[in-house]
């Protein structure tokens, strides 16, 4: 390729954040450059999402207006990679509506991106290669990871859990664990280089371990991850409430470093749904669960993912859910309308027995409502108090406020002051306000890290 500038725009989750830095790293190795915009560039890649319709709508939206640069600069390579790569439908609909694009390739082939490059230059025709079997974890791929102090790390890829409304385990395959020591060399290169806010990863990180030989689990991880000096923060995601064990809960609750932010995906209150949507749990095992992390862990944050309008839902499934969030009070739920994902049992069910979107709405709304105050009380507990903030970048509304997040994972607003350069750094920050989604604060005291050796040029709108 005789171009050397390089975007990727990337839909979807950490690990679709992660999959972007191991091929911009890859990009880099070959001699390319990254640039900030898709104009400049000679080659994009669309990392996508297939989780909900509304990313799949996203990327497919912005795959289609890529044409025009496209007609303009006909040398340009455009190639679609992620989740959606590897759904049913999707290559035929590319091959009918975007025959712009040069190169579709899956999850499971990224450390193959730079032959597959070169069949693109050697090709008249798009360049299809989607494997169908999930593979082997390949280690020590090139990355290009962010500036600044915060890393995320792979820990399992895949899932074998099988949710009946959920595209990831036809997307991206079996669990497949990477070992130990692999992982602890991983981070320790990365608090040598200045990071010290560590995310480990996986579609179901409570997963992880059972396939390796001898097997291990995400505590034992956790523990020599806690370990390795210049580490602050190690948080983990996504979590599943069937595997989330009382090793795990006593091991948070013992650490020093692992935060306190525990995000466990209900999904559903209704007993009947919970087991149509093969969640493997009960409401009640569920309910059990969270009393014993709030035993263990008394100022754990508890958040949750919950579905509105599954199919076959009822009044009285959905007041379940309801009355589930009355006895949890999570402090925060990502809430989302049912979305139909082809190829999933749970699309099938959709045709015959659905919620019509009228009354999917309206229990959202409900839903949020009820969320909304539960999390304005629980912002309003920690006024007074103060806690260490990680300072990310700028507030996308204020210029002169800084934000940044706490432990547990709490946005907060600091007024900025111009003389004083505090991002990437952690500060003791004492709450004065609270609101829904986040909370206000004033410094009162000095940083209690160093600035970052790898201070990021331009600041994050965040």
Same mark, same amino acid.
């Given at each position: 390729?005789?171009s050397?500038t390089?975007?990727?725009k990337?839909?979807?989750?950490?690990?679709?954040?992660?999959?972007?830095e191991?091929?911009?790293g890859?990009?880099?190795?070959?001699?390319y450059?990254?640039?900030?915009d898709?104009k400049s560039?000679?080659?994009?890649?669309?990392?996508?999402?297939? !989780?909900?319709?509304?990313?799949?709508? &996203?990327?497919?939206?912005?795959?289609?207006?890529?044409?025009?640069l496209k007609d303009?600069?006909?040398?340009?390579?455009?190639?679609?990679?992620g989740?959606?790569?590897?759904e049913p439908?999707?290559?035929?609909?590319?091959?009918?509506?975007?025959a712009?694009?040069?190169l579709?390739?899956g999850? &499971?082939n990224l450390?193959?991106l730079?032959k597959?490059?070169?069949?693109?230059?050697?090709?008249?025709?798009?360049?299809?290669?989607?494997?169908?079997?999930?593979?082997?974890?390949?280690?020590?791929?090139?990355?290009?990871?962010?500036?600044?102090?915060q890393?995320?790390?792979?820990?399992?890829?895949?899932?074998?859990?099988?949710?009946?409304?959920?595209?990831?385990?036809f997307t991206r395959?079996?669990e497949?664990?990477?070992e130990?020591?692999?992982?602890?060399?991983?981070?320790?290169?990365?608090?040598?280089?200045g990071y010290?806010?560590?995310?480990?990863l996986?579609?179901?990180?409570?997963?992880?371990?059972?396939?390796?030989?001898?097997? !291990?689990?995400?505590?034992?991880l956790l !523990?020599?991850?806690?370990?390795i000096?210049?580490?602050?923060w190690?948080?983990?995601?996504?979590?599943?409430?069937?595997?989330?064990s009382?090793k795990?809960?006593?091991?948070?609750?013992q650490?020093?470093?692992?935060?306190? &932010? !525990?995000?466990?995906?209900v999904?559903s209150?209704?007993n009947?749904?919970?087991?149509?949507?093969?969640?493997?749990y009960?409401?009640?095992?569920?309910?059990?669960?969270?009393?014993?992390?709030?035993?263990a862990?008394?100022?754990?944050?508890?958040?949750?993912d919950i579905?509105?309008?599954?199919p076959g839902?009822?009044?009285?499934?959905?007041?379940?859910?309801m009355?589930?969030v009355?006895?949890?009070r999570?402090?925060?739920?990502f809430?989302?309308?049912?979305s139909?994902r082809?190829?999933?049992?749970?699309?099938?069910?959709?045709?015959r027995?659905?919620?019509?979107?009228?009354?999917?709405k309206e229990?959202?709304?409900?839903?949020m409502?009820?969320?909304y105050?539960?999390?304005?009380?629980?912002?309003?507990?920690?006024?007074?108090r103060?806690e260490?903030v990680?300072?990310e970048?700028?507030?996308?509304k204020?210029?002169?406020?800084?934000?940044?997040?706490? &432990?547990?994972?709490?946005?907060?607003?600091i007024d900025?002051?111009?003389?004083?350069?505090?991002i990437?750094r952690?500060?003791?920050v004492?709450?004065?306000?609270?609101?829904?989604?986040?909370?206000?604060?004033?410094?009162?005291?000095?940083?209690?890290s160093d600035?970052?050796?790898?201070r990021?040029?331009?600041?994050?709108?965040?």
């Amino acid at each position: 390729m005789n171009s050397q500038t390089f975007y990727i725009k990337t839909y979807g989750c950490q690990m679709n954040e992660r999959d972007s830095e191991i091929m911009a790293g890859q990009l880099r190795q070959m001699g390319y450059q990254p640039v900030n915009d898709e104009k400049s560039a000679e080659l994009i890649i669309v990392n996508t999402c297939a !989780v909900r319709g509304s990313a799949e709508e &996203h990327a497919l939206g912005y795959i289609g207006q890529l044409k025009q640069l496209k007609d303009q600069n006909p040398s340009m390579r455009l190639a679609v990679a992620g989740c959606m790569s590897q759904e049913p439908g999707t290559i035929a609909w590319l091959k009918k509506h975007a025959a712009h694009v040069d190169l579709v390739f899956g999850t &499971h082939n990224l450390h193959e991106l730079p032959k597959l490059l070169d069949e693109v230059e050697q090709s008249d025709e798009m360049v299809i290669d989607v494997w169908k079997s999930a593979g082997e974890v390949v280690e020590h791929l090139p990355s290009q990871r962010a500036d600044g102090v915060q890393a995320f790390v792979n820990i399992i890829y895949g899932c074998d859990k099988f949710c009946t409304y959920c595209i990831v385990p036809f997307t991206r395959g079996k669990e497949r664990s990477r070992e130990i020591p692999a992982i602890v060399n991983e981070v320790k290169a990365l608090a040598q280089e200045g990071y010290q806010d560590i995310t480990v990863l996986g579609q179901n990180v409570n997963s992880y371990g059972h396939d390796l030989t001898p097997a !291990v689990d995400l505590a034992d991880l956790l !523990v020599e991850l806690e370990k390795i000096d210049g580490v602050r923060w190690l948080r983990y995601t996504t979590s599943h409430p069937r595997d989330f064990s009382q090793k795990l809960i006593d091991t948070i609750a013992q650490s020093q470093k692992i935060t306190h &932010h !525990v995000h466990l995906p209900v999904q559903s209150g209704s007993n009947p749904i919970l087991k149509r949507m093969n969640r493997k749990y009960t409401r009640e095992q569920y309910l059990d669960l969270i009393e014993r992390v709030k035993r263990a862990i008394p100022d754990a944050v508890l958040t949750t993912d919950i579905i509105v309008g599954f199919p076959g839902e009822t009044e009285e499934d959905f007041e379940a859910t309801m009355d589930l969030v009355r006895q949890v009070r999570y402090d925060a739920a990502f809430t989302f309308l049912y979305s139909a994902r082809e190829g999933t049992p749970a699309a099938r069910w959709e045709g015959r027995d659905p919620v019509p979107n009228p009354v999917k709405k309206e229990r959202l709304n409900r839903l949020m409502s009820l969320q909304y105050q539960i999390s304005l009380e629980a912002n309003q507990q920690l006024i007074g108090r103060t806690e260490l903030v990680l300072i990310e970048g700028l507030s996308k509304k204020n210029p002169n406020v800084w934000a940044g997040r706490t &432990h547990t994972n709490k946005v907060v607003l600091i007024d900025r002051d111009p003389a004083v350069d505090l991002i990437d750094r952690f500060v003791p920050v004492r709450i004065t306000q609270a609101k829904t989604f986040y909370l206000t604060g004033e410094v009162v005291g000095a940083p209690v890290s160093d600035p970052s050796p790898r201070r990021r040029v331009e600041l994050p709108l965040v």
